[in-house]
């Protein structure tokens, strides 16, 4: 089975100015070892204002996390207005692209075929995108999540190829654990994330299912963090609030020394 380094992305969300983003930034980075960084991947993703001035301390302090986005649009340029480009991203160095977030989904109509674009789109900029999925509580109550999930994942990779999905991130994200303080048990998240390995599969092959990073997301904070973490098919997190605080998001991080 192919070795998968954990990643562990912090979403802010719209939260964070640029003169903040630049001190949680550099509380962060204090907070983290060499240790910490040689073991898990991390990415943070502010709102496009702070990208520029994230990017300048990343690079100016030699930090090792990679710079991410929240969004992107899939047009290379044109009348989009209030829209980016996922060149303008990968200009600034961004390496992660989240895509599919489900309040974008919920709160900006984003569809599975505009995600299905938009991967492309960030494929073909070179950059990774973080591809988020996941059912709603009355879809698991119902007993819909496979299908559900199928459906995201069948249309939002249509045309993907294996290798783009085999070096990208699929993040599971419960929508009843985003921000409610409700995590998924660690075996429910589990049991999904497998789901959605062996939907890649179906989609796919092994060696494509064996390689791509699936996260957890929905409130994981530095006490749930070690178990989520512990499962065989989960590779990391997607952290949204906990990523607002540098020593909580640094906890989740060192989840193996807790
Ligand atoms: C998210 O933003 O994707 C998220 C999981 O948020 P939170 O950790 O706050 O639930």
Known sequence: MATRKPLISGNWKMNLNHFEAIQLVQKLSYGLTKDDIDAVDVSIH???TDIRSVQTVLEADKIPIALGAQNCHWEVKGAFTGEIAPSMLAKL?????????????ELMGETNEMVNKKIKAITKAEMTAI???GETLEQREAGEVESHLTTQLTEGLAGVKADTVASMVIAYEPIWAIGTGVTATPEDAQDTCKLVRKTVED?????????VRIQYGGSVKPGTAPELMS???????????????AEDFAHCIQYRLR
Not at 93 to 105: D, L, P
């Open 46 to 48: 502010p709102p496009f």
């Open 93 to 105: 160095n961004v390496t992660y692209v989240i895509c599919g977030h489900s309040e974008r989904r």
């Open 131 to 133: 591809m988020a999925c």
């Open 203 to 211: 989609l796919y092959n092994k060696a494509t299912a064996d390689s």
């Open 231 to 245: 499962q065989p098919d989960i590779d990391g997190a997607l952290i949204g609030g906990a990523a607002l605080s």
